[in-house]
């Protein structure tokens, strides 16, 4: 994806996947902090340590949480280094991290729900779901919005990126860029676009009838068993949640800036635990959120008008492995955290990476994990 700000360069959302010295108690708290039980081989647990520590180490990360689905199942999950290094608390499965824009597919599985339901129509214009948004100087659809093809824009600026505005609804949120014009005719070109996400939260409230959060709530969140799911709330007391951390110029380690995600809470707003994105993963590869129908056409890659695939489906970053296999998933990056969801659903994997360091690289990091299970 495409940042066009010196922020949110460092703190980036690219499905294709700096130097700091840490506290002496971080740097001992790399023992990884499994779950009860585990499924997966001793040898394999045993790999994905090495490989998770040694990576740690070499981008300096703080704090990490790691979950495994194989064979459609969670099999795995543990927290390495520390989720506050402040007061010296371990990573957990259960610590709670921001999301990014891996709210992106969540957001995107709700609008194929309603879909799915007759209840909205992917090649309406938005505005027939969605009268917030107020019309272009060409007509936009939800299924152009869902793959980065509809023209509106994304971050324009450190200071839009770093909001700390609270903004009561999705509605109100939409005010940030609404009445600016599209930046080119839809299908034309990929631009990259949180903003057009929560255009598709308008788009869900107007369909289902519901506050956009609430459907999310009982329609993804409760099917799926994800039990720590949330839109997030800098004022809210969210248990088991990990401080976020950023890496000055110089390679100081340092506080994250507060910053309040609720003006995009459908495209980088929601919170969770890499235990529930496992399930999440879970839910799609055995169909308890969609048909498989419509998970193809979620992974198909989209098309702009001049017949050229972009690297995007319907919520999902797509491509191929060396091996052939194909891969769907979704990154996030934002103040406090780095994330990563890597799915093979063909074979029935998921890799989910969750950190507290903003600029984390782990795309690659993902694969390499999900190399190890697959053998």
């Avoid at 970053?317 to 990563?340: C, E, I, L, N, W």
Wanted: charged share 20%; glycine share 8%; aromatic share 8%.
């Amino acid at each position: 994806m495409n940042p066009s700000t010196p922020s949110y360069a460092r703190a980036r959302a690219a499905f294709v996947l700096c130097l700091l010295l840490l506290p002496p108690a971080a740097a001992r708290a790399q023992a990884p902090q499994a779950a009860p039980q585990t499924a997966l081989p001793p040898e394999k647990v045993r790999q994905i340590e090495a490989l998770v520590n040694a990576e740690m180490a070499k981008q300096k990360i703080p704090g990490m949480t790691v979950a495994v689905v194989s064979e459609r199942q969670a099999r795995w999950a543990a927290g390495f280094g520390t989720q506050d290094v402040e007061n010296n608390i371990p990573a957990r499965p259960a610590t709670v991290y921001r999301l990014g824009s891996i709210s992106k597919p969540i957001t995107a599985v709700a609008v194929m729900q309603l879909h799915e339901r007759g209840r909205l129509d992917l090649d309406a214009p938005v505005q027939k779901y969605c009268p917030a948004f107020p019309e272009k100087q060409w007509p936009v659809t939800t299924r152009q919005v869902l793959g980065h093809l509809a023209g509106i824009r994304h971050y324009k600026s450190d200071e839009e990126f770093n909001s700390t505005r609270f903004y009561a609804s999705v509605a109100e949120g939409l005010n940030m860029f609404k009445d600016e014009p599209l930046l080119q005719e839809p299908g034309t070109k990929y631009t990259y676009t949180t903003h057009g996400y929560s255009v598709l939260g308008c788009v869900i409230e107007g369909a289902s009838g519901q506050k956009f959060a609430d459907f999310v709530g009982e329609n993804v969140f409760k099917p799926a068993a994800m039990e720590r799911a949330r839109a997030d709330s800098v004022a809210d007391i969210i248990p088991n949640r990990a401080q976020g951390y950023r890496v000055t110029d110089k390679g100081v380690l340092t506080n994250s800036p507060l910053a309040d995600n609720s003006y995009k809470v459908p495209g980088g707003g929601f919170v969770s635990t890499a235990e529930d994105l496992a399930r999440f993963a879970v839910a799609l590869q055995t169909g308890k959120l969609l048909k498989p129908e419509t998970l193809e056409l979620m992974y198909a890659p989209q098309k702009l008008k001049d017949g050229k695939e972009t690297s995007y489906g319907l919520g999902w970053g797509v491509a191929k492995r060396p091996d052939g296999a194909r891969a769907v998933g979704h990154s996030g990056g934002q103040q406090r955290v780095s994330t990563f969801l890597h799915m093979q659903p063909d074979q029935g994997l998921a890799v989910v990476i969750m950190s507290n360091l903003e600029g984390a690289r782990l795309g690659d990091l993902a694969q390499r994990i999900g190399d190890v299970v697959l053998k």
